[in-house]
C-alpha cells in the first residue's frame, strides 16, 4: 500500500537532488565567467587599445564588438596601479566588459563633467577604499594624461539623486553600486566619486600646505 | 517518522523549484510594490520603465500679501491623481532662503487638518505610519534653506488631496527698491547638503548619509519643461506711496484697490523657468528712514527694527584708505588667480584721487606694492598694473604677516580704513588669527571675500565679524567680476560709520544676526531683535556720517501679534546658528538650539516638519499603489545626466550563494537517500 507513493516519492527526490546540484554548478560557473569575463574583457580592451594609440589598427577588441575603448582609467601612480580601459555607452553589457562613460556627459579629460558608471563587484570595487585626496589619472586617445584629485566621495540614493554634467573644468564623476558587500543585486543606493582636474603645480602646492 | 519524512521531502523541492523559478529571471523585487513593503523614506524610480505612468500633477497657486516689507505668501499645492492606483505623491519646490514656513494645512473634501510641527525624524515616522495604515497624511520638509518636499499619503484614485502651505519673509530692499521673489524653477545641484570631511574613511560618510539628519541626503529633483500652470496673486500694501511697480520676467495683470495694489499672473502656458519677481520703489527717496516695530509674544518682545540710508546717488563718496590683500598661494592657481587679478584691477581702477592704497600679496611669504599706503594718481596707478600683472599662484598660505601688516600702518586722519582679504585659502590657526584681529583692528573695516569651491568660510565670516565688515562669498568664478563691482560699490559709499544701537530702559537685546558696522548706501539694515520685556520710550542708534557725530532716536510702534516678527526673528536666528553648524559649531548644542527654537516658533527647519495626519482610514487593505513625484520646473541653461543611474553590481556574488546552497542541498539529499536506502 505504501509502495506507490514511496517510489513517486523517491524520484521526486533523486531528481531534486541532481537538478539542486547541476543548477548549483551552473549557478557557481556563472558567477566565475562574470568575473573572468570582467579580466578578460579588459586585457583585449587594452590590446587593442595600445594597437589604436601605435595607429597600428583599429580600436575594436574583439571582431564582434559594438563599443569601443574611450579612455584608460589609472588608481593612483606607477606601474602597479591599477588601470581599466573605460567603454564609451553605459549598457548592461558594456558595464560587463569594463566601467563605461555615460555619452551625454562630457569626454574624459575634457572640460565638464564626465561620468564613468562601473560594477561595484569587479572594476570599480577598489572604490571601496578610495578617499578624498587621492590621485586618479585619465590617458585620452590622443596620449594626453590628465591628472584628477579626488575631491569627494558620497553616497546617494540613485532614486532621488541626479547629476549635473556641468563644470567648467575638466571632471570625473565614478559611480558604482552601494553597499558593496549586499548579496541581491538592485540596491537604490549609489557611491559617487568626484574628482577635479589639477595640474602639475596645483599637486606640488598642495603637498607644500600643511 | 513517515510523515515527517514526506513532509520535509516536499518542502526542499518547493524551494529549489522556487530557486529555479526565481533565478530564471524573476526579478529580487517587484516594480509595483504594495506600499506597506517599504518602510522610511520616499521612494522614486529613476528607471525608463518607471516613466511609464504619470498620473499625478501638482497645480500650484500662491498668493502673498505684502504689508510694509513683510511678505506673508499662502502656497496651495492640489495634487491630482488622473491613474487608478492609489498614489503617494512627492513634490519638490523652491522658496527663498529666509522663508520662514511655519503652517501646513490639508484640505481633505469639506474638511481642513491644520499640521503640527514635530521633531523632523519623529515626524517622518508619523507619517510612514499613517501612510502604512491608509490613512491621508501630509508632511513638508526643508531639503536645504531655500528648498522644501511636500509628500501626500494615499490620494485615491481620480481625485485630489490640496496642501496650503504659508511662509513669511522680510522683503529686501537693495538700491531704492523692494524685490518680492517668488521661486518657480530649482536649479538642479549635484553637491546638496554639508561636504564630507575629506579625511574621513568612507564608513564615515555612510553614517552621515544613513542619518538624513546631517542634511547630506541626495536631492530629490525631477525636473521637466519649463511651462507650467501658475497661479499667482499679490497684495502690495507697501506702507508708503509706491513710485513704481513691475514684474521682471512676466506679463502681470495690475489694478489698485482699497490697500493699495493688486498683481495677478495667471494661465496654464506661464514660462516658469524664471522666479516671478516683483520689484516696487517709494516715490520718494529721502534722508535716513528709521522704523522700529515691536511684537509682544509671551513674556518675549520681538523688534523689527529698518535703517534706510540715503539713496546712493546724491551720496558724496568718502575718503579711503584701501589696502588688498591677495592670496597667491598654489591653491589660486588657474582661473582663480586671474579672477582675482582681474578682480583687483577693477578695484584700484575705481578708487578716485582723493583715495590712497597698497596690495599686499602673501603666500608662504609676503609682499606690498609700496612701504605705506599712497596717494592715487597716475604712477601709483602704472606701479599697481605691474605688480597685478606680475602675481603669480605659488606656495603656502600665511596670513598672518600681512594682516597684523595691513592693521598696523599708523592711519591717515580723515580717511576710512578698509582692508580687502581676497583668499580662497584654509588656514589652520583660525582662532589666533581673530585674536589678532580682535586686538589690532581699531577703526579699519575688514571684508573679506572668498573665492572658489570651497574656502574656509567659517574663518572668513569670523574674520569679517570682528573686522566689523562683511563676507562676500564666490562660488562661482564667472561671477568674481560682478560680484567683486558690487562689494566695491559698497565700500565706496558708506553712509553710516560705526554705527551702535542703544535700547530703552538699558535693555539688553539679543539681535538675531551680528549687526555691522557701518551701514552702506542703497543697502538698508535689518536688525530682529528679542528683549526681555516691552521697551517704553525710544531707541537710540548714533554713528557718524559725512564726517559728523549722528544720533537718531526712533519710536518702537507696537503690533499685533498677527505681524509675525517672532517667526522672523526665530527663523532668522536659525538662520545664524545654521551656518554656525556649516562652518563647523559645536554641533549638539546648536542642534539642541535650533531644535528648540524651532519647536517653540512652529517653523519648519533642518531639523523640523510639519505634518498633518487625518484619522480616518482611506484605503482598502491590499489595494495596489505607487509613489510619484511631480516634476518641477528648471531653469534656463541647466544641465543634466539623462541616463540616470546605470545598475553598477553584477549578480555574480547571488549566483555564487545559490549555487552553492544549491549543490549543498543536492548533497543532502543524496546523502539522506542513500542512508535511507542503506537503512531499508
Not at chain 1, 590628465?146 to 546617494?156: A, P
Not at chain 2, 590712497?356 to 598694473?385: E, H, K, M, T, W
Amino acid at each position: 500500500m505504501t509502495y506507490l507513493p514511496h517510489i513517486a516519492l523517491g524520484d521526486l527526490g533523486k531528481i531534486a537532488a541532481v537538478a539542486a546540484i547541476m543548477a548549483g554548478v551552473v549557478c557557481v560557473s556563472e558567477a566565475a565567467w562574470i568575473h573572468a569575463k570582467a579580466s578578460l574583457a579588459q586585457a583585449l580592451i587594452g590590446a587593442a587599445w595600445r594597437r589604436e594609440q601605435a595607429g597600428s589598427g583599429s580600436a575594436q577588441p574583439w571582431p564582434w564588438a559594438d563599443t569601443r575603448p574611450l579612455a584608460q582609467l589609472m588608481f593612483g601612480e606607477g606601474a602597479n596601479a591599477p588601470k581599466f580601459m573605460v567603454l564609451e555607452g553605459s549598457s548592461g553589457r558594456n558595464l560587463a566588459f569594463g566601467p563605461a562613460h555615460d555619452p551625454a556627459s562630457a569626454a574624459p579629460g575634457e572640460a565638464g563633467n564626465s561620468v564613468i558608471e562601473g560594477h561595484r563587484d569587479t572594476h570599480f570595487a577598489l572604490l571601496r577604499d578610495i578617499k578624498v585626496g587621492d590621485t586618479l589619472h585619465v590617458e585620452t586617445l590622443a596620449s594626453r594624461d590628465v591628472r584628477f584629485r579626488v575631491t569627494n566621495v558620497r553616497i546617494v540614493d540613485s532614486r532621488r539623486a541626479r547629476i549635473s554634467l556641468h563644470a567648467d573644468i575638466p571632471r570625473l564623476t565614478l559611480v558604482t553600486c552601494y553597499p558593496f558587500d549586499t548579496v541581491v543585486p538592485g540596491d537604490p543606493l549609489r557611491l559617487i566619486v568626484t574628482a577635479d582636474h589639477v595640474t602639475a603645480d596645483q599637486v606640488t602646492a598642495v603637498h607644500m600646505e600643511p | 517518522m513517515c510523515l515527517f519524512h514526506l513532509a520535509s521531502r516536499a518542502a526542499v523541492t518547493v524551494s529549489i523549484v522556487g530557486l529555479f523559478a526565481w533565478l530564471s529571471g524573476a526579478p529580487p523585487a517587484s516594480a509595483h510594490e504594495p506600499l506597506e513593503a517599504r518602510s522610511g523614506t520616499l521612494y522614486l524610480k529613476s528607471s525608463p520603465d518607471a516613466e511609464a505612468y504619470e498620473a499625478l500633477r501638482v497645480a500650484t497657486t500662491m498668493q502673498a500679501q505684502i504689508t510694509g516689507n513683510v511678505a506673508r505668501v499662502h502656497v496651495t499645492q492640489a495634487f491630482s491623481n488622473a491613474g487608478s492606483d492609489w498614489v503617494e505623491g512627492l513634490y519638490v519646490f523652491p522658496l527663498s532662503a529666509d522663508a520662514a514656513v511655519d503652517e501646513l494645512f490639508m484640505k481633505i473634501g469639506e474638511r481642513t487638518l491644520r499640521g503640527e510641527i514635530q521633531e523632523k525624524a519623529k515626524a517622518q515616522a508619523a507619517y510612514a505610519q499613517a501612510r502604512s495604515e491608509g490613512k491621508q497624511a501630509s508632511i513638508v520638509d526643508q531639503e536645504r534653506p531655500n528648498m522644501f518636499t511636500t509628500a501626500v499619503a494615499n490620494i485615491a484614485p481620480h481625485s485630489t488631496v490640496s496642501v496650503e502651505i504659508t511662509y513669511l519673509e522680510t522683503i529686501p530692499y537693495r538700491d531704492s527698491r523692494y524685490t518680492l521673489r517668488l521661486p518657480l524653477a530649482i536649479t538642479p545641484r549635484y553637491t546638496p547638503g554639508a561636504g564630507l570631511d575629506p579625511a574621513a574613511p568612507l564608513a564615515a560618510a555612510n553614517a552621515a548619509v544613513v542619518n538624513a539628519e546631517d542634511g547630506t541626503s541626495a536631492t530629490p529633483e525631477r525636473v521637466t519643461a519649463s511651462r507650467q500652470n501658475v497661479d499667482i496673486t499679490v497684495e502690495l500694501a507697501a506702507g508708503f506711496p509706491v513710485g513704481s511697480v513691475a514684474s521682471l520676467h512676466h506679463v502681470v495683470d495690475m489694478k489698485d484697490d482699497a490697500l493699495g495694489k493688486q498683481i495677478h499672473l495667471g494661465g496654464s502656458q506661464i514660462p516658469a523657468d524664471h522666479d516671478f519677481e516683483l520689484v516696487w520703489t517709494p516715490a520718494a527717496a529721502g534722508d535716513v528712514e528709521t522704523a522700529a516695530f515691536a511684537e509682544k509674544v509671551g513674556d518675549d518682545t520681538f523688534a523689527l527694527i529698518v535703517l534706510t540710508p540715503p539713496n546712493a546717488a546724491d551720496e558724496a563718496i568718502q575718503a579711503r584708505e584701501v589696502t588688498f590683500i591677495i592670496d597667491t598661494s598654489g591653491s589660486m592657481q588657474g582661473p582663480s588667480i586671474e579672477q582675482a587679478r582681474a578682480a583687483l584691477q577693477l578695484g584700484i581702477d575705481r578708487l578716485t584721487p582723493s583715495d590712497r592704497f597698497n596690495i599686499i600679496r602673501f603666500a608662504s611669504d609676503y609682499s606690498s606694492l609700496f612701504a605705506v599706503p599712497q596717494p592715487v594718481d597716475a604712477s601709483s596707478r602704472v606701479l599697481a598694473g605691474q605688480f597685478i600683472s606680475a602675481l603669480r599662484a605659488d606656495g603656502g598660505t600665511e596670513m598672518r604677516a600681512p594682516l597684523e601688516r595691513a592693521m598696523s600702518t599708523p592711519p591717515n586722519v580723515g580717511l576710512l580704513r578698509q582692508i580687502v582679504f581676497i583668499t580662497d585659502g584654509s588656514v589652520g590657526n583660525e582662532a589666533e588669527l581673530i585674536a589678532l584681529i580682535n586686538r589690532q583692528i581699531g577703526t579699519t573695516r575688514l571684508f573679506t571675500v572668498g573665492i572658489g569651491a570651497a574656502p574656509n568660510a567659517y574663518f572668513l565670516e569670523q574674520a569679517a565679524a570682528a573686522g566689523r565688515g562683511s563676507y562676500t562669498f564666490i562660488a562661482d568664478r564667472e561671477q568674481v567680476a560682478s560680484r567683486m563691482q558690487d562689494l566695491f560699490r559698497k565700500l565706496e559709499r558708506p553712509a553710516l560709520i560705526d554705527l551702535k544701537l542703544l535700547w530703552p530702559d538699558d535693555l539688553t537685546a539679543e539681535v538675531a544676526a551680528n549687526v555691522p558696522g557701518d551701514v552702506y548706501a542703497g543697502d538698508p539694515l535689518v536688525i530682529l531683535a528679542r528683549l526681555p520685556r516691552s521697551p517704553s520710550g525710544h531707541l537710540t542708534m548714533s554713528g557718524r556720517m559725512r564726517g559728523n557725530d549722528w544720533v537718531h532716536q526712533v519710536q518702537i510702534t507696537r503690533v499685533g501679534e498677527q505681524s509675525g516678527l517672532s517667526k522672523l526673528w526665530a527663523r532668522e536666528r536659525i538662520a545664524d546658528l545654521s551656518r554656525h553648524l556649516q562652518f563647523g559649531g559645536d554641533r549638539e548644542q546648536l542642534r539642541s538650539s535650533i531644535l528648540d527654537l524651532a519647536l517653540k516658533h512652529h517653523l519648519v527647519s533642518e531639523f523640523t516638519s510639519l505634518v498633518a495626519i487625518d484619522d480616518v482610514v482611506v484605503r482598502p487593505p491590499g489595494s495596489s499603489g505607487h509613489v510619484e513625484q511631480a516634476p518641477t520646473s528648471a531653469p534656463t541653461g541647466s544641465y543634466w545626466a539623462t541616463t540616470g543611474f546605470a545598475k553598477t553590481a553584477t549578480p555574480a556574488g547571488l549566483l555564487l550563494y545559490c549555487g552553492l546552497l544549491c549543490i549543498t542541498l543536492g548533497g543532502l539529499l543524496c546523502w539522506t537517500r542513500s542512508r535511507r536506502q542503506m537503512a531499508s
